[in-house]
């Protein structure tokens, strides 16, 4: 009996049908790596949905520029600086501050306002004939006329600062904070998923399921955003629901209705 009893490693491998190992982890539950793996497959594709300060690169840039030009061009006062040997830089040209106020209220205004499709040319139309009647008032002309005495002058350092803090907060919340959650697409399935794990996913079967993109915003998809997009996805038998400031969403779209098509091709296979 003792002799009969230890079971050597050529038998075990000869009756492979009937030795089962445990898998790995506490209680047979998969590893964390191989559930890690299992998020980061190839054929899957992963949309981050962005928020409106995506949009707000433009200003960061802009502020660069004209830091720049006033390093560059600038003027210096010696009674507004610190120490005799130093000197408070500002642009000789009252413009360049204005430009700077306009975009920051542009980008605010048209990262937050909605005008698909042709509702953004009915938007510029509209604003053009605003801007004709007001010239149509009596006494505009003069009004206007007070424009060039507007000075408005900021120096170097409020360039730098202002462009340096919104830098650091543009991508500690487009690069960190966005993409805390996603949407993960794969053949057959879409699932929301969270990096901590702290809020409850949602899964969706993409059978019969219809990715619909909603027409562009000019300012804030094509001017601001250059290539972003809204999406509104339709499960069979779920509730909608929409995915916003994509970033390059045509080529998204692609490989969304991609791995839609896929799981039906792959279910006609098994009919």
Same mark, same amino acid.
């Given at each position: 009996?003792a002799?009969n009893?230890?079971?050597? @490693?050529a038998?075990?491998?000869?009756? !492979?049908?009937? +030795?089962?190992?445990?898998?790995? !982890?506490?209680? !047979?539950?998969? @590893?964390?790596?191989?559930?890690?793996?299992?998020?980061h497959?190839?054929?899957?594709?992963?949309?981050?949905?962005?928020s409106?300060?995506?949009?707000?690169?433009v200003?960061?840039?802009?502020?660069?520029?004209?830091a720049?030009?006033?390093?560059?061009?600038?003027?210096?006062?010696?009674e507004l600086a610190?120490?005799?040997?130093?000197?408070?830089l500002?642009?000789?040209?009252p413009?360049l501050?204005?430009?700077?106020?306009?975009?920051?209220?542009?980008?605010? +205004?048209?990262s937050?306002?909605?005008? %698909?499709?042709?509702y953004s040319?009915m938007?510029?139309?509209?604003?053009?004939a605003?801007?004709?009647?007001?010239?149509k008032?009596p006494?505009?002309?003069?009004?206007?006329?007070?424009l #060039?005495?507007?000075?408005?002058?900021?120096?170097l350092?409020?360039?730098?600062?202002?462009?340096?803090?919104?830098?650091?907060?543009?991508?500690?919340?487009?690069?960190?904070?966005?993409?805390?959650s996603w949407?993960r697409?794969s053949?057959?399935?879409?699932? &929301? &998923?969270h990096l901590?794990?702290?809020?409850?996913?949602?899964?969706?079967?993409t059978?019969?399921?219809v990715v619909?993109?909603?027409p562009?915003?000019l300012f804030?998809?094509r001017?601001?955003?250059?290539?972003t997009?809204?999406?509104?996805i339709k499960p @069979?038998h779920?509730? #909608?629901?929409?995915?916003?400031?994509?970033? %390059?969403?045509?080529?998204?779209?692609r490989?969304?209705?991609?791995?839609?098509?896929?799981?039906v091709?792959?279910?006609?296979r098994?009919?």
């Amino acid at each position: 009996m003792a002799l009969n009893a230890p079971v050597t @490693a050529a038998h075990d491998a000869a009756k !492979g049908d009937e +030795v089962h190992r445990a898998p790995p !982890g506490p209680a !047979g539950t998969p @590893a964390p790596r191989r559930r890690w793996f299992a998020r980061h497959r190839g054929d899957d594709l992963r949309i981050y949905q962005h928020s409106n300060l995506f949009y707000w690169w433009v200003i960061w840039v802009y502020g660069f520029f004209c830091a720049g030009l006033t390093y560059v061009q600038g003027i210096g006062v010696r009674e507004l600086a610190s120490g005799a040997e130093k000197v408070v830089l500002f642009h000789p040209s009252p413009w360049l501050g204005i430009s700077f106020i306009l975009l920051i209220l542009f980008v605010a +205004v048209f990262s937050n306002v909605r005008a %698909r499709g042709v509702y953004s040319f009915m938007l510029i139309l509209v604003a053009a004939a605003l801007l004709w009647g007001i010239m149509k008032i009596p006494g505009a002309e003069a009004a206007f006329a007070w424009l #060039p005495l507007l000075r408005v002058h900021l120096n170097l350092a409020f360039y730098l600062t202002f462009s340096i803090l919104l830098l650091l907060i543009w991508t500690c919340v487009i690069v960190l904070v966005d993409h805390f959650s996603w949407w993960r697409f794969s053949p057959g399935q879409v699932v &929301e &998923e969270h990096l901590f794990g702290q809020a409850t996913e949602h899964a969706y079967n993409t059978e019969m399921m219809v990715v619909k993109r909603l027409p562009d915003d000019l300012f804030r998809h094509r001017i601001l955003g250059l290539g972003t997009g809204d999406f509104m996805i339709k499960p @069979a038998h779920e509730s #909608p629901f929409e995915i916003h400031n994509v970033w %390059r969403a045509r080529r998204k779209q692609r490989r969304m209705e991609a791995m839609i098509a896929k799981r039906v091709m792959e279910t006609d296979r098994a009919d």
